[in-house]
């Protein structure tokens, strides 16, 4: 049975979607502020029009149907099309707009940068908030499209985004090494040097540590690793024993060098680390998108200094 887009409810595709997400008629009614009975009822209407049960329960959730499956991308990059033309209909204006702006970063960006984030955020767009988790072992090709996420934070050559999303070169960061103030080790470190004491692994997402092994590897060399982290938050107390060196991309380092007895030291030759933020192609012209981007990359270069490799 033929179906004309003019003869189906809209709002009825809208209904699909959350379905599709939520797999529970329970759950999307909560999502659409709606009662159970009525979306329950819709979804009667959407079986009807579409000839096609859609959905078929099972012990735990509602399983979608061959038909139901094919439907869901097309439906979904609509609806984030039509809701990116109404916001770009409205235009952004940060002085007065109210947005969440959601980011998937890895931990050294919010420790080094998340902070000023937040500042400039407030100061130049009140009514947004940020709201940050940390990178995954994830393409985030659904979460962005679903809308879940805005910015995906990277590494550029690491190959962990899907290739359908777009990306951009944020900056670039080396990896320096951090030891205990006092150390008798040259202000630059070669791979001889940077064996010398057991390390600390400072990322559960570890990007930055296994440029570190690739880098030793080169010159037939392995490190002892003592401990092994999640993130930086006990790398001060840890330092503080004097058993051990740390590598960390060098606005971390700065950072702890300015507030803790720890020593900064360059590596030779250096370890470049390159960020690169990605969304959805669904969000590639968002105003509110280009802005973020645009204060990410100002932001960069004003708090650290660091070198900007996408457009200012």
Same mark, same amino acid.
């Given at each position: 049975m033929e179906l004309s887009l003019a003869r189906l409810d809209l709002n009825l595709l809208t209904l699909f979607d959350v379905l599709m997400q939520e797999r529970n008629v329970t759950r999307a009614?909560?999502?659409?502020?709606?009662?159970?009975?009525?979306?329950?009822?819709?979804?009667? %209407?959407? %079986? =009807?029009?579409? !000839?096609? +049960?859609?959905?078929?329960?099972? @012990?735990?959730?509602?399983? +979608?149907?061959? @038909?139901?499956k094919a439907l869901a991308g097309p439906v979904r990059q609509a609806l984030a099309m039509l809701e990116q033309g109404l916001r770009q209909a409205k235009g952004f204006d940060p002085a007065s707009a109210h947005r969440v702006f959601r980011m998937a970063l890895p931990g050294s960006v919010e420790h080094g940068l998340v902070p000023a984030m937040v500042e400039r955020l407030h100061e130049l767009a009140p009514h947004c908030r940020l709201e940050v988790c940390e990178l995954a072992a994830s393409d985030y090709e659904r979460e962005l499209e679903k809308g879940e996420l805005d910015l995906v934070v990277g590494f550029a050559g690491a190959d962990h985004l899907s290739p359908r999303?777009? %990306?951009?070169?944020?900056?670039?960061? +080396?990896? $320096?090494?951090?030891?205990?103030?006092?150390?008798?080790? #040259?202000d630059t470190l070669g791979p001889a040097e940077l064996i010398g004491r057991p390390h600390i692994h400072t990322s559960s997402w /570890?990007?930055? =540590?296994?440029?570190?092994?690739?880098?030793?590897?080169?010159? /037939?060399?392995?490190?002892?690793?003592?401990?092994?982290? +999640?993130?930086?938050?006990? $790398? #001060?107390?840890?330092?503080?024993? /004097?058993?051990?060196? $740390?590598?960390? #991309?060098?606005?971390? /380092? %700065?950072?702890?060098? =300015?507030?803790? #007895?720890?020593?900064l030291h360059q590596l030779e030759p250096a370890i470049p680390i $390159?960020?690169?933020?990605?969304?959805?192609?669904?969000?590639?012209? !968002?105003?509110?998108?280009?802005?973020?981007?645009g204060e990410l990359h100002a932001l960069a270069l004003a708090r650290y200094g660091l070198t900007p490799l996408g457009p200012a």
């Open positions: 009614a909560e999502r659409l502020h709606l009662s159970q009975s009525t979306v329950s009822h819709a979804l009667g %209407r959407l %079986r =009807q029009a579409l !000839d096609d +049960p859609l959905f078929v329960m099972s @012990r735990r959730e509602m399983m +979608p149907t061959e @038909r139901a999303l777009w %990306r951009e070169d944020w900056f670039s960061n +080396p990896l $320096v090494c951090l030891s205990p103030l006092g150390s008798a080790l #040259p /570890g990007h930055s =540590q296994a440029m570190v092994d690739l880098w030793l590897a080169r010159f /037939g060399v392995e490190r002892e690793l003592g401990v092994r982290l +999640p993130s930086f938050m006990a $790398v #001060p107390q840890l330092m503080a024993t /004097g058993r051990y060196l $740390v590598v960390v #991309p060098e606005m971390i /380092g %700065r950072h702890f060098s =300015q507030h803790y #007895p720890l020593r $390159v960020y690169l933020m990605a969304g959805h192609p669904l969000s590639a012209h !968002d105003e509110a998108i280009r802005w973020l981007k």
